[in-house]
């Protein structure tokens, strides 16, 4: 594939993830909205799903939708894609791409719930539908949590490549869900830099009225802890001895 192939495939299939991943956070956050306040649960398989139609959506370059994945491949020595290297080129490309359309799906998504944002509702609130935050502020454990989480989906997606299921992205959409139920509570789970850093900077410069900080204080946890884990399972899962 051209550059132009590979930028436009991940560009939209991030695009396609934060869209619908933004959306469902707004859609239980936001005042007036009809999911108000349905819960954990919406949102965890809100963004399974999301993955879920990403990934199809980027079906030609893999579905990396994630800076960690692409880093933790090119860690592994595999490549990014069938036909797709990793060489460093290609590595810049897969994240500019990812960034650009988290970013854009997140104004995507304010568009489509434009009205509810207008509303008076509390800043953490709005910010919650762009970006993670801990539940509890303690920077080096939060790294922890994020590095975890991301090492289970970077570990999961290279073991794959050995499993004859062919469930692709289904499979990668209840790896999200399971990642969210079970590790998701401490700080959110971003376990993606694109994710958080994308639409955090949508928030930063959209007119949303009342929206408050987009806690810059916080938002190199989430794209530390990610890379962290990607490069850790990268380096650890090809050395296990029998599994590749």
């Known amino acids: 594939m051209s550059l132009a192939q590979i930028f436009l495939s991940e560009f939209f299939g991030t695009f396609i993830l934060i869209l619908f991943g933004a959306g469902v956070c707004a859609a239980v956050n936001l005042?007036?909205?009809?999911?108000?306040?349905?819960?954990?649960?919406?949102?965890?398989?809100?963004?399974?799903?999301?993955?879920?139609m990403g990934v199809y959506a980027a079906y030609a370059t893999g579905g990396h939708l994630n800076p960690a994945v692409t880093i933790g491949l090119a860690v592994a020595g595999k490549d990014l894609a069938a036909g797709v290297p990793a060489t460093a080129t290609n590595i810049i490309v897969y994240i500019i791409a990812q960034m650009l359309g988290a970013f854009l799906g997140a104004v995507a998504a304010w568009l489509a719930y434009k009205k509810h944002f207008d509303e008076e509702a509390p800043a953490d609130a709005k910010l919650a539908c762009f970006s993670t935050g801990p539940g509890i502020r303690a920077y080096g454990w939060n790294i922890v949590t994020e590095a975890i989480g991301t090492f289970a989906l970077v570990a999961w997606v290279l073991y794959n490549g050995k499993s004859p299921s062919e469930l692709g992205p289904l499979a990668v959409a209840f790896v999200i869900v399971a990642i969210?139920?079970?590790?998701?509570?401490?700080?959110?789970?971003?376990?993606?830099?694109a994710r958080d850093l994308g639409p955090r900077i949508a928030?930063?410069?959209?007119?949303?009225?009342?929206?408050?900080?987009?806690?810059?204080?916080?938002?190199?946890?989430?794209?530390?802890g990610p890379l962290i884990g990607g490069t850790v399972a990268g380096l650890l899962i090809p050395n296990m001895a029998g599994l590749f």
Do not use: E, R
């Open 180 to 193: 969210g139920l079970s590790l998701g509570g401490p700080t959110g789970y971003a376990i993606n830099p």
């Open 31 to 52: 005042p007036k909205s009809k999911a108000q306040a349905s819960g954990w649960i919406v949102i965890a398989f809100g963004w399974g799903l999301a993955v879920f």
């Open 203 to 224: 928030h930063a410069v959209l007119p949303i009225p009342g929206k408050g900080s987009s806690d810059w204080a916080y938002s190199w946890v989430p794209v530390v």
